[in-house]
């Protein structure tokens, strides 16, 4: 598909460089004792709410593609609205309606999965967060893929569970174990039917690494699922309780890996001949097990042995590399992103971010893709994120990436920079208010600092964010008040919130006296990228939603 070429407008914007600031997990709370964003010392932020043109953006449910307006935000889909300035259906809602329409069980890649199965009498495997959080995965499409599996004749399932903890409840995993033993026992009591849980662990220690920062993580969850070694445990329920009772108020997250035994073996390890299926709608966390399951040729750990397993996963989590080469669902397709159009129209760029988000600025705001459009006109700089947990450093690496920023622009050389400060979500996904308040005020900083080089340098600057988190740090009933334990402990959440996002437009004294808001209808994230083709000097791109600014 041709993508089709910007029109310049008759008056440039500007000439010096535009800075696209995004405070991943920045929201706009409430003001209460759970609102770290609030409770944080922010001059800068506060001063650009007063001084620079501000309005708040959706950032959640349908304003970025997800099924419904209760579903949560995520910094995958956030970057994919940011970067292509449209709304696509994303994995939740592609997942859910092609389970819903059976399309997901016509497809070949279930097919071929289950009659290898029943074919030559192997399991099928499942790996997968296990929630309803909707973020990566939901709970209903694996109960719904167990169901179908008995139906379709498959004699042993075995599913490999990974603990949620941050974007559900940080101890609720309970629940979401309860709800499938529930559903595997119904299966697991007919005769030739031998349906378990097999192995799991916390998705922060366990499987569920991303952009290369950590693959200790997944060497874990492959000698758990894959070889049955991990600690010991009768059932997955009482592993749980025994990891949090010896570690109190340790978030489901952060608990060990765990193998389920019978008669002192493993029930389920991964062998010759077995099918395996990742239930993860989104692919940024499991990439790497991927390539553990898929390479040949590996380096990354010792995998001791290497099963010969029909692998599939619920998506395809890299169309660029193919991977996995199987997949359940089609992704969705974005081409045309801003990036890919100011490329062909020669405008330079940089992006940056500390490890943690880097594929966020990159790969996500690209539309999913992991090549640059342009090697000489784009420049990516990853900065190397510390080991967590994270609110042991709330700064994280925003003086660094700032620095970087700031030696960048004295180079003159970029047209459009963008950056993600990781510390509102990475931070606030621990649950530590008073580190994710520490947080907030370092991305303040950090904020500050930008304004004050751009400025200098004549330039536009844009402060927004993904989705809210630091916003919303504590647990609510369902009339909203904010729950507390016995010792009148806010008790802590690790989620996404449902809030909006701000967006902070500042502009040198010339621009400022030409451009307004526009009147738009619940503004979202997809209308920053006309709003910085406009600031850049162009007609917003053919089929982008609205820009936020106009001309006076």
Request: with cysteine; proline share 5%; hydrophobic share 40%.
């Amino acid at each position: 598909m041709a993508c089709p070429k910007l029109k310049k407008i008759s008056q440039a914007a500007t000439d010096a460089p535009l800075l696209l600031v995004i405070m991943d997990g920045v929201g706009i709370g409430t003001g209460d004792a759970a609102d770290a964003v609030t409770l944080a010392r922010t001059p800068n932020l506060r001063r650009l709410k007063v001084e620079a043109l501000a309005t708040q953006l959706a950032a959640h449910g349908k304003a970025v593609g997800m099924p419904s307006s209760t579903d949560l935000g995520n910094s995958e889909i956030g970057h994919n609205a940011l970067g292509a300035g449209r709304i696509f259906d994303q994995g939740a809602k592609l997942v859910k309606n092609a389970v819903d329409d059976g399309k997901l069980f016509a497809g070949a890649t279930w097919r071929e999965l289950t009659a290898n199965c029943v074919r030559e009498h192997t399991p099928l495997h499942f790996i997968g967060l296990l929630s309803d959080g909707n973020v990566h995965s939901h709970i209903d499409h694996l109960l719904a893929m167990i169901a179908r599996a008995d139906e379709d004749g498959v004699a042993e399932v075995y599913v490999h569970i990974l603990l949620d903890g941050r974007d559900v409840p940080k101890t609720s995993a309970h629940l979401y174990i309860q709800r499938l033993e529930q559903c595997l026992q119904a299966f697991d009591g007919k005769a030739g039917r031998r349906y378990k849980i097999a192995s799991g662990g916390g998705r922060m220690i366990t499987t569920m690494d991303r952009y290369e920062a950590d693959w200790t993580i997944v060497e874990r969850g492959w000698r758990a699922h894959v070889l049955g070694d991990a600690r010991p445990f009768a059932s997955a329920i009482t592993a749980l309780e025994t990891m949090r009772a010896e570690k109190p108020g340790a978030a489901d997250q952060n608990l060990p890996p765990f193998v389920i035994v019978e008669d002192g073996k493993p029930v389920g390890t991964i062998n010759d001949g077995a099918a395996v299926v990742v239930f993860n709608f989104r692919g940024d966390r499991m990439l790497e097990l991927s390539r553990a399951f898929e390479d040949a040729a590996f380096a990354k750990f010792d995998r001791v042995r290497h099963p010969k397993v029909l692998y599939a996963a619920m998506m395809q989590y890299d169309g660029d590399t193919k991977r996995p080469k199987k997949f359940l669902v089609e992704p969705p397709e974005i081409t045309c992103t801003l990036s890919e159009l100011l490329c062909a129209d020669g405008v330079s760029q940089l992006a940056i971010s500390e490890t943690q988000k880097f594929g966020h600025v990159t790969y996500f705001w690209n539309g999913n893709r992991t090549g640059k459009f342009s090697d000489e006109l784009e420049h990516y700089i990853e900065v190397p994120s510390h080991a967590p947990p994270f609110d042991q450093r709330p700064e994280m690496r925003a003086p660094e990436i700032t620095d970087a920023v700031i030696t960048e622009l004295a180079r003159d050389r970029w047209r459009f920079l963008r950056l993600n400060f990781a510390n509102g979500d990475m931070v606030g996904h621990t649950g530590n208010l008073q580190a994710t308040v520490n947080a907030v005020a370092a991305v303040d900083t950090a904020v500050g600092r930008l304004q004050e080089a751009i400025a200098k340098k004549g330039g536009v600057l844009i402060v927004t964010a993904d989705h809210g988190n630091a916003d919303d740090m504590g647990e609510r009933d369902a009339d909203g008040n904010l729950q507390r334990d016995a010792a009148g402990q806010l008790i802590p959440k690790t989620a996404h919130s449902l809030n909006a996002v701000p967006f902070y437009l500042s502009l040198p004294p010339d621009l400022r006296a030409k451009i307004t808001l526009a009147e738009l209808k619940d503004p979202g994230l997809g209308n920053v990228a006309a709003t910085i083709a406009n600031l850049l000097g162009y007609e917003t791109p053919e089929g982008f939603m609205p820009s936020l600014i106009e001309r006076r």
